[in-house]
């Protein structure tokens, strides 16, 4: 329907559409900002006292900076973990299994196979790759030989994956390189220097102290490789064939099963990706009390950057600062910390309430523009995800 | 060998109340055509709110809460895709996350503490099953000091198949689920429908909720719901969308449930390390899911956004 309107026009309609989605994005959180406020006056504090105190935590000195990015790394795997899957129309609710079992599946390259030397980091991201993979092959798996829903799979493989990371530290990753009496703690062997994520803190000034690695870089590029893979490659096309209309794409020839399971095994190795922060950056061995529910801050994630591999940076570094914000409400304002925990709530919310009305505006703009009636905009809805 | 079976009977029967009161929330939710992933989301917000209304009001009184506090959560559910079109697993995605943080909140308000309240928190009156309590080899304990609560749950299967399948209402949420359009041409409001099945399933979910907070357990505690949301909506693609069969599938999970409480010492179980009895109520979810899912018709409008009527 496009196709009648000059280049000129068709591109600044597309303007049109991205500052709408732009506007959209700005009155969700407005609104959560909004609600904050209330809650922050409820509790006797200023609302702009509070809020520039957490920008001010994170944009207020290099240290700072570096230190949510740290944060920020790992939510940028999570959330193009989803974001891929998200595209061919499936939830991977599980990258929260998927990178438990990858952490512990990597521990095994990490711990043992330091004899690699400079070869052992890059092997260690494989490991995780597969382990994330291998996980995530079984709700791909499921889903196309069964039809079982992978959001209800995924979910009870998480619950699995716990139980097995616990008996993986407590048998076979267990420590050895110290008595069982000195460690209260169960975690794996010490990592070598040669597994861990190579510092970058010098190259910002921030000195090594500041876990900022190899793993940001590496996750920028992941970004720009998903984008990559959805936009020029084949099976990315497929992908959004799939997601789109599952109707057409069969005609079309694509066997929607092999796509999906394609699909779902790039996202498991995103997720496989996300636990090295913790291993390989902040930490160099895994421990029982490891960070949890980073898959699930992914779909949050996500979500606020509109699935788009680029918004998705730019989400996790706002999520990255409303979480590093907590320390600076803790310390500078009587406001209980909850509120940012109850702030990320709202603004996901109504950030996907949002956006869903500007996608339909957008979508009975284009037909108003070709000169369609608003009676069937059903598949025009779906052209404009 | 199996001295711990009537326990492992109550402990079935307490988690099939919760799987049960859920499912049936799912079910008048996705009957009327409204998918319900947010089903963990409304029993978490039950689950503190349940245990802040029975400080202040009772066992009787906390029940009502999360009652009330799950249907209001749902709420959101509700705008977001009827209302607002959004896709429902989308939604219901992020009700759940949501959900984690509006409870936290609510912890902090309410308790003074962001993931637990104090313990101790009472219970309603226990009722010994005449004659059942009394069965030999330990499986009276399962018909002993029971909640009311499970027999209420049981019990619902009678009021709740006679309102889906006798009333006009359940006709019309029915037929909701079937074919919007249709039904709305014979001039019956598609979103009032679908309003009122949303906020009723988030209502039981958090009536689930509060009696796993206060009557299982003795306070509230943050991951308290363990993905039994997510378990209860297994069960209800089990029943084939049916509360008869519900029962059946309810009853099968919560016994999945009580294995790792109570049998672990038992025979080939007992073979297995621990953490690995713990996986079998999530691997039970997923084979029964895999087995029986292309044997199940869920309903046919599920799922997708009903474009008629509303000015969105």
Not at chain 1, 149 to 177: C, Q, Y
Not at chain 2, 112 to 123: K, L
Request: glycine share 10%; charged share 10%; aromatic share 10%.
């Amino acid at each position: 329907m496009a196709t009648s309107v000059n280049t000129f026009t068709a591109r600044r309609e597309r303007l049109t559409e991205l500052l709408m989605q732009v506007v959209a994005f700005m009155a969700a959180l407005a609104f959560a900002l909004g609600v904050g406020s209330l809650i922050i006056l409820g509790y006797h504090d200023s609302p702009i006292a509070v809020y520039s105190a957490v920008v001010k935590f994170s944009f207020g000195s290099l240290d700072g900076f570096s230190r949510m990015l740290v944060i920020a790394t790992p939510l940028i795997f999570s959330a193009l973990a989803v974001s891929v899957c998200y595209k061919a129309a499936m939830f991977n609710i599980g990258v929260e299994g998927q990178y438990l079992v990858a952490m512990a599946v990597a521990t095994i390259a990490a711990a043992h196979f330091g004899f690699l030397g400079v070869l052992q980091f890059p092997v260690v991201l494989v490991f995780a790759m597969i382990g994330g993979m291998g996980y995530a092959a079984i709700p791909a798996v499921l889903k196309v030989k069964t039809g079982a829903h992978e959001v209800v799979t995924t979910i009870m493989l998480n619950g699995v994956a716990v139980s097995l990371v616990a008996w993986a530290l407590r048998g076979p990753l267990k420590f050895t390189d110290a008595s069982g009496a000195f460690n209260v703690n169960l975690r794996s062997d010490l990592f070598p220097n040669s597994a861990m994520a190579p510092n970058l803190g010098h190259l910002l000034g921030v000195g090594t102290d500041v876990p900022l690695n190899l793993l940001l870089p590496i996750g920028i590029g992941c970004s720009a490789l998903v984008w990559f893979l959805l936009k020029r490659t084949r099976l990315g096309y497929e992908a959004r064939a799939v997601g789109s209309s599952p109707g057409s794409a069969r005609a079309g020839g694509i066997s929607i099963g092999a796509v999906q399971i394609k699909v779902f095994l790039i996202s498991g190795a995103l997720a496989g990706l996300v636990g090295m922060q913790q291993i390989l950056g902040l930490n160099n061995y895994l421990p029982l009390n490891y960070e949890a529910g980073l898959g699930f801050t992914g779909i949050a994630v996500a979500f606020l950057g509109q699935n788009n591999p680029f918004g998705i940076i730019a989400a996790a570094i706002m999520w990255a600062v409303l979480s590093r914000g907590q320390d600076a409400i803790l310390i500078e304002t009587s406001v209980p910390v909850e509120i940012i925990i109850i702030l990320q709530a709202i603004l996901i919310l109504t950030v996907v309430i949002a956006f869903q009305v500007a996608k339909r505006q957008i979508a009975r703009r284009r037909l108003r523009l070709a000169g369609v009636q608003d009676q069937d905009f059903d598949d025009a809805d779906e052209e404009a995800a | 060998m199996f001295s711990n079976l009537g326990n492992a009977f109550a402990t079935a029967f307490e988690y099939f109340t919760i799987i049960y009161l859920t499912g049936l929330g799912g079910l008048f939710s996705e009957r009327s055509g409204i998918v319900n992933i947010g089903l963990e989301g409304m029993m978490i917000i039950g689950t503190v709110s349940g245990a802040y209304g029975v400080v202040h009001w009772g066992p009787v009184g906390g029940l009502a809460f999360g009652f009330l506090c799950g249907a209001l959560y749902a709420l959101i559910h509700a705008a977001a895709t009827v209302t607002f079109k959004v896709d429902h697993i989308v939604s219901g995605v992020v009700i759940n996350l949501a959900a984690v943080g509006v409870a936290r909140f609510l912890s902090q308000l309410w308790f003074g503490q962001a993931t637990q309240s104090n313990p101790g928190e009472p219970h309603l009156h226990t009722l010994n099953i005449p004659l059942l309590s009394k069965l030999p080899w330990g499986l009276g304990a399962a018909f002993q000091n029971m909640s009311p609560m499970v027999i209420v749950a049981f019990l619902l299967v009678f009021p709740v198949s006679y309102l889906l399948y006798r009333t006009r209402f359940g006709l019309r949420l029915r037929s909701t689920g079937e074919n919007p359009e249709a039904t709305r041409s014979l001039g019956v409001a598609v979103a009032p429908i679908q309003y009122a099945a949303v906020m009723l399933s988030g209502a039981l979910a958090g009536l689930a909720g509060a009696f796993l907070a206060f009557e299982v357990n003795d306070h509230w505690r943050e991951g308290q719901t363990v993905g039994l949301g997510f378990i209860a909506l297994a069960a209800l693609i089990l029943s084939n969308w049916d509360p008869k069969r519900l029962l059946g599938a309810a009853m099968l999970f919560g016994f999945a449930q009580a294995i790792p409480f109570w049998l672990n010492d038992a025979p080939i179980i007992r073979l297995l390390p621990p953490e690995f009895v713990r996986m079998i109520p999530y691997v039970v979810t997923i084979v029964a899911i895999a087995g029986f899912v292309g044997k199940v018709r869920p309903p046919a409008a599920a799922g997708r956004a009903y474009e008629g009527g509303s000015s969105l």
